[in-house]
């Protein structure tokens, strides 16, 4: 049987007496056995799978913490931070890809590493809480938004989504932003006078909270959750610049479930407006879950579509 590197820790020694939090740790991740754990889960479909195992909880008082590495370094910096400042043991596991070792270069100068497990083209590494590494965890957001570390395009408006603001024409009635990030796109659809309901419906939390400060307007509602499964509607009008990455691989299958959605919550006479980057194979279910699809004028990077008569 192949241990993860936390059991493979404990197996060698690491010591667990007290609660342990695990920050952001993806579905899946391996936790069996373990009781007295509380996971904070800040994207939807991770934070109902810890809700099901029955380990979400702010983790107050805790005598260690786990740290998940994400993709976003300046994310993974502010987690660590936290963790430190929470006191206690601290264990940091990631993938190389995901920057682990140059983050146990960085504490190394600055902490005593207890322990450390380095398998599966990954680190595992604990120390007593103490200094901090000097990192700069400021994110720069684009000028008038309110952005957050490790969010989608956290220091620029996104190329596609700009494009695809263009093309909104003449917004009415219930809409809903399918994806809504931060955002940019809720705030371009607020401009059109005659919408009178914004729905924001963004599987990230953190995401969702700057969407929710950068459009401040009483039409908008805010709905975590996951855009696969949503079930909200019906609407006059769907927008949406989704996904294809969950982890570091591309998966186009998130855009097709977008579009499914799009088709699923969308009034007979609805229309959905979508951008994608070029490469991804999209049109044979904008067809398969439409009855009329055009492509509008987009760029070299980028595709645009309008989509009418949700098939049923």
Not at 46 to 58: E, L, P, T, V
Request: glycine share 10%; net charge negative.
């Amino acid at each position: 049987m192949k241990y993860s590197r936390l059991f493979t820790a404990l197996d060698e020694g690491l010591d667990l007496s007290g609660t342990l939090h695990v920050l952001r740790p993806p579905a899946g991740y391996d936790l069996a056995g373990l009781s007295d754990v509380s996971v904070e889960a800040t994207y939807f479909p991770d934070h109902q799978y810890w809700d099901a195992m029955g380990f979400i909880g702010d983790g107050v008082p805790r005598a260690a913490t786990l740290v998940v590495l994400p993709r976003s370094k300046t994310l993974a910096r502010s987690m660590i931070i936290s963790a430190i400042a929470a006191g206690g043991l601290v264990i940091i596991d990631g993938q190389k890809t995901d920057g682990i070792e140059s983050i146990y270069k960085d504490i190394r100068k600055v902490s005593a590493i207890s322990g450390v497990i380095a398998k599966g083209h990954g680190r595992l590494f604990w120390f007593e809480a103490g200094a901090t590494p000097k990192w700069n965890t400021t994110v720069k957001s684009p000028d008038g938004y309110k952005t957050v570390a490790g969010v989608f395009s956290e220091s620029k408006i996104d190329a596609g989504s700009a494009l695809l603001a263009g093309h909104l024409e003449d917004l009415k009635g219930d809409v809903a932003d399918l994806g809504a990030g931060w955002g940019y796109l809720s705030r371009e659809i607020l401009t059109h006078e005659g919408v009178t309901q914004l729905d924001m419906i963004e599987a990230e939390k953190t995401a969702l909270a700057c969407a929710v400060e950068n459009t401040n307007d009483p039409r908008v509602t805010d709905v975590w959750t996951d855009a696969l499964s949503y079930t909200g509607g019906p609407y006059d009008t769907v927008i949406s610049n989704p996904p294809f990455h969950a982890s570091r691989a591309g998966d186009p299958d998130l855009g097709k479930g977008f579009i499914a959605t799009a088709a699923r919550i969308l009034k007979p006479r609805g229309v959905f407006y979508m951008v994608a980057n070029r490469h991804l194979p999209y049109e044979a279910e904008l067809d398969a879950k439409f009855a009329r699809v055009e492509e509008l004028s987009g760029s070299g990077a980028f595709k645009i579509f309008r989509a009418t008569r949700p098939k049923r």
